[in-house]
């Protein structure tokens, strides 16, 4: 096809053949029309190229006339010009699509192997991850059944090796799950689902997967301690090693942690697996979105486990009970633990004297003040329970079917012999193993529990102490950052752990009182088909059925009712204020409270206090203390700030009541003289009515006690009163007045205060007079 031109007057065409060129010198220029295509070679059979012969007949040549003007001739030179600049112009576009078409195929092919390559190393990268999985399970498996079964078979058997494998079930758990649910769809690792199966799949075992792996990492530590334990003994070391070898000769492993440290190495290795196929992964993948949230979770899980071991780690740190002796306590003395507890002192005595604000934290002192709540309660359950299994091998000691007491023909003693003879071989040592078992025992190991969480919220009061000192600064040091997160750290684990902890213990007790209401209807139980088998030979067997149970549930209401009235009397006893005169020395610190603090200030303990927080007193019922402060420094009304003669703390405000001071006198103590005259009326504290007494010829007196005295120690002896004693010694082995040793009628002496005792005339011979007491 020809290029249009300008029509060109002064120029003419010749034809010319293809090898001849014009050989004079006025040829400006030659010419080629046509498109690239015209001017392609071909090729004959012979191996010559040719030219076609459209392209021979599109040649022309283009003369000037020799004898023109020079202004035709620059016309003719610009035409000239101006057709070769079209047809080069032309030439360079149609060059450049070539390129470009070229250029994007060659793209198009790079984009596409590069796709290829990418999918190829997406494949390998799954294959890699989903092989991997399977070996290490079989490892991990090989390592806890095959190694640790021969390992128990070794003589003398190994010391903690099952906490070497502790935990690692739940791992191997985890991941055989994770293998299984790959397995289900039955899908290749090339197929397109393949990869979002296995992101589905990791997702929903992420929380098991986390749950397993935090808790035999945070144990890895004593894995190591008990095989440097092993090592240290040669000859057994080379056996364990031997049993290795022998078990998994493919792995050649030389040691337990080859095997043990796999769970280490794999969690962390989850997520490079995990982003090198997102790598290889393109965007526009389905599944794209979903293994990147599993790339990010597999990262945060991680983070998550580190952080936890590191709570436990520190936790592990703290909550051990060093028991030191003195010398050790003055060897791990010096300049820096010396400041260090000064310091704190300093701190402590800043926050009870309102000098210094105390940081609260509102929400760890419920955590804690509920934790104490349980403390007690345990402590006080497991006592009880003691006694109670106390008293019950004290009824099975006495074993009264061992005698005779020629009851020949008396039926009903002897089915009341049989009967407590099975009871006490059978039924009461059955209850009491079970209660061992059930009861005592999950109490005893959850007061051992509570030491750790003790020790950590008294080691948290005082990180607290030296947190709150460099609080204030703006730039803190090395060891400073230390201290302040060491506590950051602590105050984190107690309020995540603490709670948990509170709610087992407390679903510990729940389960352990119902386990114990259990055991005794399983008793009753027992009791009563013992009891049918001799129930025609008991009393109240001719009765009718229903009139037997009308019997037995009037005898048991009646009981109840006498149980009530008694439990009653107790409490009112027990709530009833300390009204006995007070001992010489509570008189002591009656006169040195009332000078300091004033009589409107001092009240009385009505029941024994136990301190269960810290500045908290132990207090007996009776006592005399002085009010400071009717709250504590958080202004909490229920603690009172009380001064006990001495000492200062906290006290319940509930059992303390004020003290009123009896307006009597105290009777007179037994060592004084006699008064002259017997007649005219007496009071005595068990006694308010007053009636004359008659004066005898021959008058005997007798010494009783005036006033209720309960024992303190075994040094002294409890007396009701009018009760009669003998008074062994007016005084005690110090030659003190104030205490007179007196023996009762059971035959127990001891002291008690004089002024509680007094003297009374008795006539001789009289009736239900006490041999020799007068």
Known sequence: ??????????????????????????????????????????????????????????????????????????????????????????????????????????????????????????LLAIEELVMSERNYLRLLQVSTVTIRSNLQKLQPPLTNLDSMFLHIEDV??????????????????????????????????????????????????????????????????????????????????????????????????????????????????????????????SIALNCRINEYKRFREVADKYKKTETLTIKDKINRLNTHSIAKKTARISQHFKHETGIAPKLVDEEFDAVEGFFYVLEHGILELLENVEMYLHHLQRFLACKTEEFDFDMDGEKEPICYKEITTALRQWILPSFEKRLRTLIHKPLCALRDLLVGPRNLIRKRLDKLLDYEVISEKSNLSYEEQAVANTYRTMNTLLLNELPQFNGMALQMIWSMLGT?????????????????????????????????????????????????????TVQETLNAPVDQPLSPSSQRRLKQLTDKHGSGKIYQVVGTVVGSRDLDLNLARGELVAIISESDTRGDKKRWLVDAGGRRGYAPSSKLIRYHQPTDDPPPSPHLALPESVSGIR??????????????????????AGYNFNARGNHEVSVRAGEPVRVLEPHDKRGNPEWSLVETRGGQRGYVPSNYLTIMAARTGTPGAPLGFC
């Open 1 to 122: 096809m020809e290029v249009p031109r300008r029509p060109q007057p002064s120029s003419f065409t010749l034809p010319l053949p293809k090898p001849a060129l014009s050989p004079l010198g006025a040829v400006d220029k030659v010419t080629k029309r046509g498109t690239m295509a015209d001017r392609s070679t071909e090729k004959d059979q012979s191996g010559d190229e040719t030219f076609s012969s459209e392209e021979d007949s599109n040649v022309s040549i283009y003369v000037e006339p020799p004898a023109e003007s020079s202004e035709l001739e620059n016309t003719n030179t610009a035409g000239v010009k101006l057709s070769s600049q079209d047809s080069f112009s032309e030439e360079s576009s149609i060059s450049e699509e070539t390129l470009a078409e070229e250029a994007r195929k060659k793209s198009a092919e790079d984009e596409a192997a590069a796709k290829e390559r990418a999918a190829q190393r997406q």
């Open 683 to 704: 009071r005595h504290s068990y006694t308010p009515e007053g009636r004359p007494l008659t004066v005898m010829s021959q008058p005997c007196f007798q010494v009783v």
């Open 516 to 568: 114990f209401s259990c055991l005794h209807r399983d008793l009753a139980s027992d009791m009563e088909q013992l009891f049918q088998g001799f129930a025609q030979q008991l009393p109240h067997s001719p009765l009718s059925s229903k009139a037997f149970w009308e019997w037995t549930e009037s005898a048991v209401l009646e009981g109840a009712k006498k149980l009530e009235t008694l439990c009653q």
């Open 172 to 297: 191997i758990n985890v991941s055989s799950r994770l293998l299984s649910l790959l397995d289900q769809k039955q899908i290749q690792p090339g197929d397109s689902l393949y990869l979002e199966t296995l992101c589905n799949s990791f997702l929903s075992l992420s929380s098991d997967i986390e749950a397993a792996y935090k808790e035999y990492l945070s144990n890895y530590n004593h894995v190591t301690v008990v095989e440097n334990s092993y090592k240290q003994k040669e000859a057994l070391w080379n056996e364990i090693v031997k049993v290795i070898k022998s078990s998994a000769p493919e792995v050649n492993a030389t040691s337990l942690s080859f095997f043990l440290v796999m769970p280490v190495q794999r969690i962390a290795r989850y997520p490079l697996l995990l982003q090198t196929i997102q790598k290889h992964t393109e965007k526009t993948h389905p599944a794209y979105a979903l293994l990147e949230q599993t790339a990010h979770t």
